[in-house]
């Protein structure tokens, strides 16, 4: 009993001793290694809690840098252009020295009045010590080392070992993007694409043991990183054509609300292709007739499998190309306002848009 007590004394007195991080129970923080690494953790966090911004060439490399224009996959992967950094608290899980790295793991999570806690994400960051300034290596890189590699045309893939390259599936894409470049005059993309059979594995190699978007039952997904040209997908090996579609047009179209949709149109999304979330949401609609599916406010969740109003967008994509096709879905793109599409493009009044787009997604299911 009096050691358990000596031992509950030495963490508690490293928790007090530690400053904006707090320190779990069982961390040795003893090591000059481990303090310097828990420092410079708390400066990048201080960095983006103070404006939201970073210098990364304070953190990382030149090397990383060189690589990639926002060498942290963490730091923008779940609310947007906001880093994730600012939600929550940080709890350091654990140190891991190995020669001149050390690993950390942080939990950012919130309590609220009565106890409950909400875990927002735990992440994991890889600080290089060699250096007389110490610099994060980049999770990706270090996590992929092993993966196997194929490239293609454009598209470099990155693989897990257990996966045999489908090289059928990646030509067929690969016709796709082609006839995507020439319809829409645009030249070839250089894209890294990284994908395994799950979205856990995909989360571990940016760096993620948990966020909270893995709260839920598993099922093909992906994102893609525009700035330095990365496709993370799961449960779709070669064949996510919906992320390569970002890649291409949201550099065009920056400020177009029909980002999503366009990508929806052309790829699908989570495995299906739009007239199967049509003919989803065409059986929604029949169960709850009153539904109005206009409102992107309210009408936000179906299920896990389909997003309504990306759904929405892509009809809205087909029924621009068969107005005008390729040029017509051109239009729809340069509109920066959706209710301004309805009004201009389709020539709807606000108050029959509701009607409108059941009618519409009645006459595309039959």
């Known amino acids: 009993m009096k050691q358990i007590l000596l031992i509950l004394i030495f963490f508690f007195s490293v928790n007090i001793s530690i400053g904006q991080?707090?320190?779990?129970?069982?961390?040795?923080?003893?090591?000059?290694?481990?303090?310097?690494?828990?420092?410079?953790?708390?400066?990048?966090?201080?960095?983006?809690?103070?404006?939201?911004?970073v210098n990364f060439a304070e953190y990382y490399s030149d090397e990383s840098l060189k690589k990639y224009e926002k060498p942290d996959k963490i730091a923008y992967s779940l609310i947007g252009d906001n880093p994730?950094?600012?939600?929550?608290?940080?709890?350091?899980?654990?140190?891991?020295?190995?020669?001149?790295?050390?690993?950390?793991?942080?939990?950012?999570?919130?309590?609220?009045?009565?106890?409950?806690?909400?875990?927002?994400?735990?992440?994991?960051?890889?600080?290089?010590?060699?250096?007389?300034?110490?610099?994060?290596?980049?999770?990706?890189?270090?996590?992929?080392?092993?993966?196997?590699?194929t490239k293609i045309r454009n598209i470099r893939y990155h693989y897990p070992n257990y996966h045999s390259f489908d090289s059928l599936l990646v030509y067929n894409t690969i016709d796709r993007i082609k006839k995507l470049e020439k319809e829409w005059n645009l030249s070839p993309e250089k894209i890294d694409y990284y994908f395994a059979k799950t979205n856990q594995e995909i989360q571990k190699i940016r760096g993620f043991d948990f966020n909270f978007y893995m709260g839920g039952n598993e099922v093909p997904t992906g994102l893609a990183d525009v700035?330095?040209?990365?496709?993370?997908?799961?449960?779709?090996?070669?064949?996510?054509?919906?992320?390569?579609?970002?890649?291409?047009?949201?550099?065009?179209?920056?400020?177009?609300?029909?980002?999503?949709?366009?990508?929806?149109?052309?790829?699908?999304?989570?495995?299906?292709?739009?007239?199967?979330?049509?003919?989803?949401?065409?059986?929604?609609?029949?169960?709850?007739?009153?539904?109005?599916?206009?409102?992107?406010?309210?009408?936000?969740?179906l299920d896990s499998e389909t997003n309504p109003q990306y759904a929405i967008q892509g009809l809205l994509c087909h029924l621009a190309y068969e107005k005008g096709g390729v040029e017509g879905l051109k239009k729809l793109m340069n509109y920066k306002n959706i209710e301004q599409i309805y009004t201009d493009y389709f020539r709807v009044k606000e108050e029959k848009v509701n009607e409108f787009l059941k009618e519409e997604i009645k006459k595309y299911c039959q």
Request: proline content about 2%; aromatic content about 12%; overall charge negative.
């Open 21 to 53: 991080i707090h320190v779990n129970m069982g961390v040795d923080t003893s090591s000059q290694q481990v303090q310097s690494a828990i420092s410079f953790m708390e400066s990048y966090i201080k960095d983006f809690k103070d404006d939201r911004k």
């Open 84 to 149: 994730v950094y600012i939600m929550g608290q940080p709890t350091l899980l654990s140190a891991k020295e190995n020669n001149d790295t050390v690993r950390l793991k942080l939990q950012f999570a919130e309590c609220d009045s009565s106890g409950n806690i909400s875990t927002y994400f735990i992440s994991n960051h890889i600080i290089s010590t060699y250096q007389a300034k110490a610099k994060f290596l980049v999770n990706l890189d270090v996590n992929t080392s092993s993966w196997n590699e």
């Open 227 to 301: 700035r330095d040209n990365l496709i993370f997908t799961s449960g779709l090996n070669e064949g996510n054509f919906h992320e390569i579609v970002h890649i291409y047009l949201n550099k065009e179209y920056p400020d177009s609300p029909f980002k999503e949709g366009i990508a929806v149109y052309y790829g699908g999304s989570l495995g299906h292709n739009l007239r199967w979330h049509l003919n989803k949401l065409k059986a929604f609609i029949n169960e709850h007739p009153k539904v109005k599916i206009d409102n992107s406010q309210s009408f936000y969740y």
